[in-house]
């Protein structure tokens, strides 16, 4: 009961905090700030897959070329704390013939999900993935580091943005825009990933002498939406 009285008073002051300039003169906008930022992490995930006939077997060098997989990672300067294995499946194989549902053995899978923070290092990876038979590359993106810090610079952008517009709306008025009544960010601000990832090409993973640069990280746009209220004060 008393939870529910409680929850009742916080319902009232917080409607009353919003609702506490309505009948003041005011003007209410949107702002939208972004900040484009070089991404400086790639987000790596791979899926090893095997068949097999008798599950011993296959579970055996299943886990043989996960741990290999796993040793090269950390060979190519991946940290142990950035490699995560998840989604270790067995199961049976099926297939179909003349129309019937044939058993056809087994399957094991596992991804290996990782980050790379030195981009220097893309290109040896790419070359001892390659090595790794049953092994897809199920996806790459990009992050950035400081995102927190980013996405702060982008909510001021964004605040001046909904001052400047609250200026422009009340002087188009013949009025001035005073003090914020209410502020408030709008839960949605996105990361646009503008990103060309060209993954190794033929030729990429040749011996040749030349460095052959099989990526463009591109740029991520990291956005802040805000909602104001500013007091509207007109003399005439």
């Known amino acids: 009961m008393k939870t529910n009285i409680l929850c009742l008073v916080l319902v009232f002051m917080l409607t009353g905090t919003a609702l506490g300039f309505q009948d003041k003169p005011h003007v209410t906008v949107f702002g939208t700030g972004s900040v484009e930022v070089v991404p400086d992490e790639m987000f790596w995930n791979l899926r090893v897959e095997n068949n097999g006939r008798e599950i011993k077997k296959l579970a055996a060098r299943h886990s043989e070329i996960i741990s290999k997989l796993i040793k090269a990672l950390e060979a190519a300067g991946i940290p142990e ?6 989604r270790m499946q067995f199961g049976e194989r099926w297939d179909h013939h003349n129309g019937r549902r ?3 053995g087994f399957f094991s899978s596992s991804n290996v999900a990782f980050k790379l923070a030195d981009f220097d290092k893309y290109q040896s990876l790419w070359q001892r993935l390659a090595d790794f038979e049953g092994m897809n590359i199920q996806d790459v993106s990009y992050g950035y580091s400081k995102k927190i810090e980013a996405r702060d610079n982008a909510r001021a952008l964004a605040l001046q943005a909904a001052e400047k517009k ?6 188009a008025l013949r009025c001035d825009a005073g003090t914020p009544l209410f ?51 007109c003399t005439n």
């Open 166 to 171: 609250a200026e422009d709306m009340a002087k």
């Open 183 to 233: 502020v408030e960010e709008i839960q949605g601000g996105r990361d646009i990933y503008r990103t060309n990832m060209a993954f190794a090409e033929k030729g990429a993973l040749s011996d040749s002498s030349q460095p052959v640069k099989s990526y463009s990280p591109g740029k991520i746009k990291i956005e802040s939406n805000v909602r104001a209220v500013f007091s509207l004060n």
């Open 81 to 86: 704390d950035e490699i995560q294995t998840t």
């Open 102 to 104: 044939v058993k056809a």
